[in-house]
């Protein structure tokens, strides 16, 4: 523990909220679908804040739904594993049918059918969002949810921006998804050595600690990887390569998600929070140059 507090500096203990993650998770697959089909054509400004206004009333009010019952002390639906629909703050209620207002706008301008790939989208974030009872084992259920409402989420942000879903936007969509993914995996594996004090059952069920972590490294180099699946098929250029200038920076999670220092494995889950954003910028730019 000292060493960890002797390499420790400010990306160590960054102080950002922690809603900025859900802020991340929810904005970063349509800013870099935005960049897809700006990379085409320009792109109708109503259209771009309404996707941008869906992610994030959907985001804060999966948020909230997800944290009524613990914060404010309220009794769960043991079956379901749901708040009762009395218990549900109002103002979750409101995000939530806000997402559903603009999300039925933007498909009546566009096409009636991306209604159900929103609703697929939906229930993707759902299953991440659900409250599960303290005796209920999650696996990597959440994780694969997670990581297809991002996929969705920036498909159809193209889909609504451009009219149709290029073969760059299916790929480009693939590095929010799978930072989302390692980042919701980070988390489990940073609450692994509370879990059995609190009475928890592990979230990563079916892998070890050490599966767990390799599956983490592997979602991070598959967020590398997509400027060399763009790239390769002649699609665009170098401007593409743009988020591996902050590959280095991925070292503070890998190295702060083993420390034994509580704060270290908080920060190691914000530090990628960070750049779960300004990588899906830098994609989005790449892709608008190229």
């Known amino acids: 523990m000292r060493a960890d507090r002797g390499r420790s500096s400010r990306w160590d203990r960054p102080h950002w909220p922690p809603q900025a993650g859900l802020l991340a998770s929810a904005v970063a697959p349509v800013v870099v679908g935005t960049g897809v089909a700006t990379h085409f054509s320009l792109v109708p400004f109503g259209r771009s804040l309404g996707a941008l206004g869906v992610a994030l009333a959907l985001g804060l009010g999966l948020e909230g739904l997800r944290r009524s019952p613990g914060d404010q002390g309220l009794t769960r639906v043991q079956v379901l594993g749901w708040p009762a629909l009395r218990q549900i ?10 997402a559903g207002v603009l999300g039925v706008w ?3 301008t566009t096409a009636w059918w991306l209604l159900a790939l929103g609703a697929l989208g939906c229930a993707a974030a759902l299953v991440v969002a659900r409250p599960s009872a303290p005796t209920h084992v ?5 994780l694969v949810a997670l990581a297809a409402a991002e996929l969705l989420a920036g498909w159809g942000t193209v889909l609504v921006e451009l009219g149709r879903l290029p073969w760059l936007g299916l790929v480009a969509a693939i590095l929010p998804a799978s930072l989302a993914a390692a980042i919701w995996l980070l988390a489990r594996i940073r609450d692994l050595p509370t879990d059995p004090g609190a009475g928890r059952l ?5 892998l070890s600690e050490k599966g767990s972590r390799t599956l983490f490294r592997g979602l991070l180099v598959l967020s590398l990887a997509v400027p060399l699946l763009i790239t390769v098929p002649g699609l665009d250029g170098a401007e593409c390569f743009l988020p591996w200038l902050l590959a280095p920076l991925a070292e503070g999670p890998l190295r702060n998600s083993s420390s034994a220092d509580p704060a270290l494995r908080v920060g190691a889950v914000r530090q ?6 300004a990588s899906s910028v830098l994609l989005a730019v790449g892709v608008w140059a190229g």
Do not use: F, M, Y
């Not at 999650?138 to 959440?142: F, Y």
């Not at 592990?202 to 079916?206: H, I, K, L, R």
């Open 106 to 108: 933007l498909a009546a």
């Open 202 to 206: 592990s979230s990563v069920a079916g």
């Open 138 to 142: 999650r696996g990597l259920e959440p």
């Open 89 to 98: 703050p109002r103002s979750t209620v409101a995000w939530l049918a806000g």
């Open 272 to 277: 990628l929070q960070l750049l779960l954003s």
